[in-house]
């Protein structure tokens, strides 16, 4: 992430006001000038002697002492290592690498800092990454006028994927535009104590993004690592190329050449016309291709002519047309023409008449073929099993063609589409018999994708609750795997929330109903349902309302089954910023009251009618969750509830709602209530809120049971201190229930 500074004008970074010598092509094509540094070719506008050289921007040092032999060095920046130069407007340099390391104890090696001070060509922002590697990783990078960075952390090598750099062992972020000086700093959280016998170091730097492909041996290799490949852009002068061209005489685009404007930064570059190769910044530089010496680089059909940027096409004798093969080619006479129609006519109804038996004869089983290699793909054989073993499910389910949802959704319109999730694309289909349904289509075809539909399949296979979204069937004829659900048409909570939609905000009655009824989904799933579910995906935008603004909670694909024997589940974490568990964020341990602590993020949204996580918002309240705490903590409650929701009546409702988010939103989750407990404690302040008269009985239901001298019971403690006005945000005395760990999860 980018945090922008405010810019200087780019002519007091790159192009300092500076008298520019025009050098003659005469003078800069002589023998004199060094064409070759080791194996780095010098073309120009660049050089190594005066005369040689454009400006002193092009200037390049050849060092011929260099250890490991001769070395080209840029103008300015002696410490930058020129691998290559080319015309089209980039350098290939060699940069310096971060480092920071530790020992086994976790005491800290004397850290290297990656850094680059560059007098006019910019890292490249399209050819380059700013990079960490680590597992135990956070690197920050810092330049004239902005400050960038990103985290890698990783519990074990095994957990690595290889090839990308998602976070876990390595983590990438653009490069800025204009970037000519930084200074990159790394450090580790835990100083590779956890990690060290796999990762003793960190590792920062900005690195040409097709020259680096992470592998788990990284971790431990690049401590042999001083230098990366890097990528500059490079142009002529401080101006456009109209500017250039008022005053031919710096202009630098020479005959047979086109000039146009960098696209990243404040210049210009020249290429040699359409038919011409070679260096467009000297004279007769562009040479004339002779594009009839291959036949690949011309149309011609017959004969061809070259000419000056161009070539022509002609036909022999015997021979009529324009002689290109894309126009009319070389016709040949009328006599040849009916011999050749004749033969390949016959041929033809011969090889028709042929293949049509084996065409016809082969067709059926190779439909039936792909079918099932469509069907083992998307894991039909897995799906039957699961779903075997859980007799009772099955039933209710339907097995779609392919032909029924193609028609459902016109082949899958474009202007059928109703949503779009990190896991697929849903479409609005209409049965035959009139029944509307949502069909998710995967985006992508991959083994991940398979697993999380089959997984999707067998979890709402197990869930039987009137306000989570039904499965109504699935389709695996198809080389993407396709489910089919009922059809939930009033959008999302996120979109009534925020003012998305064209309806009136939802009022506090009926969001404090929306609460209860997603609370008991997520109790239900937790302790009712055979096998208990972990959503792990718990936000506003998976919560449909229908017409009557009924939840109904959906997207089970990120979901997990919790076997009854197991304690925990170590998963990679999966979920959505904002709404993530920050327990579960740090260890990896995916328990029920992750889904609590989602909930309570959403009960937060409810009530502030704000975005879970907003980078518009200032720093301290970007953070829905860590904001609704800090006003709690002040007593400013009904400063961040929103206005639409204040009236007289819903006061007392309002502060145990906040009472109950705080316990929701607890760091640690052994300290968070049950969802059960939380379904149980919203109900009773949605009937507070309908008959006040309730609060009255529980006063006199204490009030007796003290005179009894027994002990409150625990459901009481938990409705009237919800109800305490004075213990909204430090009321503790709600008994958190126990949920055991669990484990064998992704």
Known sequence: MVFPIPKRDFRQVLFPAVILTVVSLVTAASSNCQTTCGNVTIPYPFGTARGCYLNRYFYVRCNDSAPGGPTLQLWGAPSVKVLSISLSGELRVNTYIGRDCYTQSGARRRPVKAYAILPAFPFSTTKNKFTAVGCDTFAMTNGDDFSSGCLSRCSANSSITEGTCNGIGCCQTAVPKMLLNYNASVSSFRNHTQVWSFNPCSYAFIIETDSFNFTREDLSSMRNWTRVPSVLDWSIWNQTCRESQKDPSTFACKANSECFDHEDIRGYRCNCSAGYQGNPYISDGCQDIDECANPEDNQCEKVCHNTPGNYTCSCPSGYHGDGRRDGEGCIVDQSHVIKIVVGVGVGFIVLLFMSGFLYFGSRRRKLMRLKEKYFQQNGGLLLQQQLHQREGHTSTMRIFTTEELQKATDNYAENRIVGQGGYGTVYKGILPNDIIIAIKKSKVLDQNQIEQFINEVIVLSQINHRNVVKLLGCCLETEVPLLVYEFVGNRTLFEHIHGQTEDPKLSWETRLRIAVETAGVLSYLHSAASVPII???????????????????????????????????????????????????????????????????????????????????????????????????????????????????????????????????????????SMTEVAMELEGLRVMGSHPWVSIELDMEEETVHLLGKERPESLMSYTESMDMSSVCDSNSMRNQQISPVNNGR
Do not use: W
Not at 620 to 627: I, V
């Open 535 to 673: 959503h792990r995906d718990i936000k506003s935008t998976n919560i449909l309302l229908d017409e009557n603004c009924i939840a109904k909670v959906s997207d089970f694909g990120a979901s997990r089954l919790v076997p009854l024997d197991h304690t925990q589940l170590y998963t990679m974490v999966q979920g959505t910023l904002g709404y993530l568990d920050p327990e579960y964020l740090h260890t990896n341990t995916l328990t029920e009251k992750s889904d609590v602590y989602s909930f309570g993020v959403v009960l937060v949204e409810l009530l502030t009618g704000k975005k879970a996580l907003s980078f518009d918002r200032p720093e301290e309240e970007r953070s829905l969750a860590m904001h609704f705490l800090h006003a709690l903590k002040e007593d400013r409650l009904f400063q961040i509830v929103e206005d639409c929701l204040l009236s007289e009546n819903n006061t007392e409702q309002l502060r145990g709602v906040a009472g109950l988010t705080k316990k929701c939103l607890r760091v640690k989750g052994d300290e968070r209530p």
